[in-house]
């Protein structure tokens, strides 16, 4: 590959998930070396053996699972590994927390440097990793598929920062395979496919031509579906309350129904119950009220195994925790919950054979990139790992399939693969729950759109409701009159009731 990047420039690199963009940029940041080539930083030939070589050369690099340590505040996190000390050696926090408020004037960056890590949203946490990359005077910034896990909200914030490093002459490389962001944001594009560099690629282009580039064929940007002709109802949540850890009160209330051959379509800003709904339906939380029925079996008292044997496909919606064992192979990953029964297993013996002839089916039929089926689940790209666990919880006969944040991470090619098969999954007859904050994904997928907000539904509207009107209802206004000023007059339901202490602080 070839690639030049200029100062005060936003330069995309485009491609799908294995594409090597990440592998390229961890060669420049100096985590691997190149077999051949070389780096050339400032018009001087460079080697950089260890990250460290490329920090101290004004390399930055923003992964795209973050490297921070939770229980450290915001101003620890920036020092580590750059730690300045007072006399008798001991550390020098209150400088380190000036440099962090400096850096937060200059770029608007708008975090507090004595919060505690695990405390902030993902959005904020990222913007920790980009200020230790700028308190080492980094003077090039390579993102790695930054908006992978930021709300729609987080995202627009973060193309505000890098504007302003952009203004300021950093160089900044981010990397996507998101086409509206490129279009967006980007000043140059160059598109990667199969390790190689096929070309560059105006963000004048239209998306479909980006889209061709980057997998290397016609790809479809709109999910074909016919009408959806649904059946009984085979799934309902009654009046269901789920608590966080505190006690607080995260699902509120909620009643909803599902019949077989649907779609429902869970919308929302990150944060507002989504994840502790799921979590109840799986048996990971139990309700603290209310009740959840498959076929008329009531799940909450049910563990996540036995409500797995009941006939639910789960995918998560953060693959590296919940969804992989990043040390196991590829080939066991797709059978980790399917290997207790025939053919893969039975008791306490593992069939190798059936294992292998799984993977090798699957890693084929939903074009997971991986050099071997033995390989790590944790040494695939990120869309890749997604990729995997899709293809084990839809290689099954299901009751209901749940997915949350089914494509977050995958490029054009796979997510167009994903959509057809829930919609397949759809037209055999199986509910589907999809949990998205991607509103595109909402539209195109739904046969019906739930708005969740601070844990309850706050309507559920048709999927022909207005992007402005589903932003409206993630803010908490289900006002028709304000509802139909953003598009005309829309059908909303209201299930449940509010709580009766709804007061002041609910509505500000």
């Known amino acids: 590959m070839d690639l030049t990047v200029e100062p005060g420039e936003i330069h995309c690199l485009l491609g799908e998930n294995g594409a090597g963009k990440s592998t390229l940029m961890n060669v420049l940041y100096g985590l691997y070396e190149p077999t051949s080539g070389e780096i050339v930083l400032d018009g001087q030939p460079r080697t950089f053996k260890t990250a460290g070589d490329a920090i101290h050369a004004g390399i930055g690099m923003v992964h795209q699972h973050f490297m921070l340590v939770p229980v450290f505040t915001v101003a620890e996190n920036v020092m580590l590994g750059n730690e300045e000390t007072r006399p008798l050696g001991r550390l020098d926090r209150r400088r380190a927390r000036r440099k962090v408020l400096d850096l937060v004037a200059e770029y608007g960056l708008e975090v507090d440097p004595d919060a505690m890590v695990e405390d902030l949203p993902v959005g904020l946490q990222q913007r920790v990793e980009i200020l230790k990359a700028l308190v080492r005077d980094a003077k090039i910034l390579i993102l790695d598929e930054p908006t992978a896990v930021l709300t729609p909200q987080e995202t627009q914030e973060l193309f505000r920062v890098m504007r302003a490093l952009r203004e300021s002459g950093h160089a900044i490389v981010f990397i996507t395979h998101k086409l509206k962001e490129v279009k967006e944001v980007a000043d140059r594009i160059t598109v990667i496919r199969r390790g190689k560099v096929v070309g560059s ?53 909620v009643s909803l129904t599902l019949r077989d051959g649907e779609i429902l379509c869970i919308a929302g800003v990150q ?5 502790e709904l799921t979590e109840a339906i799986l048996g990971l939380r139990r309700p603290a009220a209310g009740s959840i029925r498959l076929d008329g079996r009531d799940l909450a008292a049910m ?71 033995d390989a790590p689940a944790a040494t695939l790209s990120g869309g890749n790992q997604q990729k995997v666990v899709v293809a084990r919880e839809m290689s099954r006969p299901l009751r209901l399939f749940i997915a949350s944040q089914p494509t977050r991470g995958v490029d054009v090619g796979a997510m167009e693969f994903i959509h057809q098969r829930i919609v397949a999954e759809r037209d055999v007859g199986t509910p589907v729950i999809i949990v998205s904050t991607e509103l595109d994904e909402v539209a195109a997928l739904a046969d019906r759109i739930a708005v969740m907000y601070r844990g309850r539904i706050v309507g559920i509207v048709p999927p022909t409701a207005t992007r402005e009107q ?13 509802l139909a000023e953003c598009g005309g007059r829309v059908d909303v339901d209201k299930p449940g009731t509010p709580r009766p202490d709804a007061g002041e602080e609910d509505n500000a």
């Open 201 to 253: 690629a105006d963000p004048n282009a239209s998306e479909a031509e980006l889209a061709s580039l980057m997998v290397g064929r016609p790809v479809e940007l709109v999910v074909h579906k016919g009408p959806a002709n649904p059946g009984p109802v085979r799934f309902e949540l009654d009046n269901l309350t789920v608590l966080d850890e505190t006690g607080a009160v995260r699902v509120d209330n």
């Open 271 to 275: 944060g507002n119950g989504q994840t």
């Open 303 to 373: 563990s996540p195994r036995k409500t797995l044997d009941a006939g639910v496909g789960f995918v998560p919606e953060d693959r590296q925790h919940d969804g992989i064992v990043g040390e196991f192979t590829v080939a066991e990953n797709l059978v980790l919950d399917l290997v207790t029964r025939p053919p893969f297993g039975g008791g306490v013996a593992v069939n190798p054979k059936a294992v292998r002839k799984n993977a090798y089916n699957r890693v084929a039929e939903f074009d997971i990139r991986t050099h071997s089926i």
């Open 470 to 482: 589903l932003g409206l209802l993630m803010a908490g206004v289900d006002d028709p009159d304000t």
